[in-house]
Nanobody, 115 residues
Framework: QVQLVESGGGLVQTGGSLRLSCETSGADSTIDNMGWYRQAPGKRRELVAIVTGSGTRLYGDFVKGRFTVSRDNARNVYLQMNSLKPEDTAVYYC??????????WGQGTQVTVSS
């Protein structure tokens, strides 16, 4: 069973930065895509950024160059967030998807941006 553990969330002022980390444990050697989603109160969960197994980076439209997703190996993923805005306030979830289509989620980490 794969487990994803996020860290790095917190409270920051508008224009500030945060770095989220997600560490993977457990056995699934077929993990392919890894990345981040977020969910704000009353809204649907949305894609923030992912890195595919081939190294392609995909971002949500709202990112507009402010965030950078990275992986240091096949199992850990990071999200550097700069120029944060109040509308970035949400719970951020780490996600991993295997080549067989299995999906794994972390427990989420709260990011709050004050105006």
């Amino acid at each position: 069973q794969v487990q994803l553990v996020e860290s790095g969330g917190g409270l920051v002022q508008t224009g500030g930065s945060l770095r989220l980390s997600c560490e993977t444990s457990g056995a699934d050697s077929t993990i392919d895509n890894m990345g981040w989603y977020r969910q704000a109160p009353g809204k649907r969960r949305e894609l923030v950024a992912i890195v595919t197994g081939s190294g392609t980076r995909l971002y949500g439209d709202f990112v507009k160059g402010r965030f950078t997703v990275s992986r240091d190996n096949a199992r850990n993923v990071y999200l550097q967030m700069n120029s944060l805005k109040p509308e970035d306030t949400a719970v951020y979830y780490c996600n991993a998807r295997s080549s067989a289509g299995l999906e794994y989620w972390g427990q989420g980490t709260q990011v709050t941006v004050s105006s």
